[in-house]
């Protein structure tokens, strides 16, 4: 029979030979000791060695597989370094055959500018902690869509001319103003536009704290225009307001991960060697991490196989260990803690690590059983966060009671949107053709 596998591809599976039967991060080097491509995997040998069987039917992976000239692997205690030492490798050595992002330490931050007037505006970096940030957003255009929705339910300016407090000539106000979602700060020149200072504590707290007021806002809107049946339009709100929380929930959550001088946690596991534990794909697979060859979270944290342990200062890995069910568990903690990397501080929201690697450590913290062994500043959230809306539960509610309206009151507006039996749908059927028609539009 034929062999599916090219004989060139098989001679090299001799590179996998020499690595260790170990759980850690591997990295395929080409010509000039070039890093083509980096993943992780709980047995490094077996995953490597799949690389070269019929079992690899990924073009670009074959032909990874064909340049490159040998494998070096890093032995990891947790599965939690395994996943940032593979994020840091990516972001330093920018492999070619990694399909996740490229420039992950380039993200978008959202806030106000320092000056009387303040208005909206997109930072690389965040420089002040004392000024409210949201985000890191991936791309400029999703902070541009979060900024929308804010601006939706708060008037702020929109101009972007840096305006005095007492400006000395008369500006021509705009359209904004004309529709007064806009108090025109530019005419205040005899005296200070004191309705404005209302409008930027309440842009104040929607981006430190509490967002109800732009999720009552948007929701208002999204059912207006639900009910004239302008799905499209509706929809675009819709994906605003996603964009606004989704970045206010996590500069939230990342807060006091990167004020927190020093971080110290453990995770209960239990000791795995299932196939099924780890994809083994490498940067592919984001879904299902390997936790350091002790993948699943104990299924009795009372008595584990075991501890994953980590120290974390600024948001940013600083060491972790591996301690058995029968080893020295403060001895080894201590010491861990000794040899902890140095951390020099960040500006929170923002970390001392790119911002994947900080919500890695985020997730890995909620993970089941985690306990926090030492803490030096409280890590909590606020009681009224944007965490809770995520949902856009009361989206739904909004736009559901709008239509159950006009459904009642018969209007013809709902013609686009008939049932089968070309009748206007009852108050059971709403949810499900709003949310048809906003699929459609996304």
Not at 411 to 420: E, F, G, Q, R, W
């Amino acid at each position: 029979a034929c062999d599916p596998v090219p004989t060139a591809i098989r001679r090299k599976a001799k590179l996998a030979d020499n690595l260790p039967e170990a759980p850690g991060v591997y990295q395929f080097l080409g010509p000039n000791d070039e890093v083509l491509y980096v993943g992780t995997s709980i047995n490094l040998r077996k995953r490597v060695r799949s690389y070269f069987t019929a079992a690899e039917k990924r073009k670009q992976i074959t032909e990874m597989v064909q340049i490159a000239e040998r494998v070096v692997p890093i032995v990891c205690a947790t599965g939690l370094e395994a996943a940032v030492r593979e994020l840091r490798i990516i972001a330093a050595k920018n492999p070619r055959y990694n399909r996740r992002s490229k420039h992950p330490d380039k993200s978008t931050w959202v806030r106000l500018t320092d000056e009387p007037y303040p208005r909206l505006t997109m930072v690389r970096q965040v420089t002040d902690s004392s000024a409210p940030h949201i985000g890191p957003y991936p791309s400029q255009n999703a902070a541009r869509e979060a900024m929308a929705a804010l601006q939706q339910a708060i008037p702020l300016r929109q101009c972007t001319k840096k305006l005095a407090l007492h400006p000395k000539d008369t500006g021509s106000p705009c359209v904004l103003a004309g529709l007064g979602k806009c108090s025109a700060p530019c005419l205040a020149v005899a005296e200070v536009d004191t309705e404005y200072k209302s409008v930027v504590e309440a842009a104040l707290s929607a981006l430190a704290g509490d967002p109800s007021v732009v999720v009552q806002a948007v929701s208002a809107r999204v059912a207006e225009l639900a009910a004239k049946a302008r799905f499209e339009e509706a929809a675009c709100e819709t994906v605003q307001l996603k964009a606004f929380l989704t970045g206010a929930a996590k500069a939230q959550k990342l807060y006091p991960l990167a004020a927190c001088p020093e971080l110290v946690a453990a995770r209960p596991v239990t000791k795995s060697s299932s196939p099924g534990a780890s994809t083994g794909r490498g940067s592919e697979g984001r879904s299902s991490r390997v936790a350091g060859g002790y993948c699943a979270p104990a299924a009795n944290p009372i008595a584990p196989d075991g501890w994953e342990l980590a120290v974390i200062k600024y948001g940013r890995l600083a060491g972790s260990a591996w301690c058995g069910p029968h080893d020295d568990l403060k001895g080894t903690i201590a010491a861990l803690r000794a040899t902890a990397e140095f951390v020099a501080p960040s500006t929170p929201p923002m970390p001392a690590a790119l911002p994947e690697e900080a919500h890695l450590i985020l997730n890995w913290l909620d993970s089941p059983g985690v306990r926090l062994v030492f803490a030096e500043t409280p890590w909590a959230l606020p009681v009224r966060s944007a965490i809770p809306y995520l949902s856009l539960a009361e989206v739904s509610d909004a736009v559901h009671h709008a239509l159950v309206e006009v459904s009642e009151a018969r209007v013809p507006l709902l013609a686009p949107i008939m049932n089968n039996n070309n009748a206007v749908p009852n108050e059971k059927e709403v949810p499900n053709v709003v949310k048809s028609a906003m699929l459609r539009a996304c």
